[in-house]
Antibody, heavy 123, light 106 residues
């Protein structure tokens, strides 16, 4: 069964850092492109970052570029999102999502989502 | 970036009703349009992709249509579990963008 399980969220002060993890089961984390999507409390969905399948080309939303970094560890079958220089407006549930197609380039179509992990940035 | 606009923002209905949600793209996206359902406190669930193709586990009372800039999601014979928030998303190009959501409530 395909499953995604996020962890690593928590309360952090503005300017701080966190590393989110997404444990993948049911497929290889490098088989598909993978993405992070966030949702501020009571708000809509915002795509944050993605990494290509097999080829580790990375993509970032303008709002996080230069502050967030996506990566994966194939041996642990885990996707990561490093969050640095956090701002209050980064407060959100962060979901990892699997791309529907097995291609090196993301199709931007997400078919499986994790349950999310909450990041709260506050002083 | 392509802007996705959904209407209405919220919708009241009853079990057994038929409802329609619309999604408009700021530029043509062919049929690269997906719909997601999100129950309170849960992750989004993929319902439809390519504007009208149902994911394998989605009931047939859900139908999607449209192409270009205008799309619709119709739910026939509403069931209690259908009361949720629905989002459209374009995957025509990078970056992928979502509509603001439509809350379907009793």
């Amino acid at each position: 069964e395909v499953q995604l399980l996020e962890s690593g969220g928590g309360l952090v002060q503005p300017g701080g850092s966190l590393r989110l993890s997404c444990a993948v089961s049911g497929f290889g984390v490098n088989t598909f492109s993978m993405a992070w999507v966030r949702q501020a409390p009571g708000k809509g969905l915002e795509w944050v970052s993605a990494i290509g399948g097999n080829v580790p080309k990375t993509y970032y939303a303008a709002s996080v570029k230069g502050r967030f970094s996506i990566s994966r560890d194939n041996s642990k079958n885990t996707l990561y999102l490093q969050l640095d220089s956090l701002r209050v407006e980064d407060t959100a549930f962060y979901y990892c999502a699997k791309d529907r197609l097995t291609s090196m380039t993301p199709s931007w179509l997400f078919d499986v989502w994790g349950r999310g992990t909450l990041v709260t940035v506050s002083s | 970036d392509i802007q996705m606009t959904q209407s209405p923002s919220s919708l009241s209905a009853s079990v057994g009703d038929r409802v329609t949600i619309t999604c408009r793209a700021s530029q043509g996206i062919d049929n690269f349009l997906a719909w997601f359902q999100q129950q309170p406190g849960k992750a989004p669930k993929s319902l439809i992709f390519a504007a009208s193709r149902l994911q394998s586990d989605v009931p047939s009372r859900f139908t999607g249509s449209g192409s270009g800039t205008d799309f619709t999601l119709t739910i026939n014979s509403l069931q209690p579990e259908d009361f949720a928030t629905y989002y459209c998303q374009q995957y025509y190009n990078y970056p992928p963008t979502f509509g603001q959501g439509t809350r379907l409530e009793i």
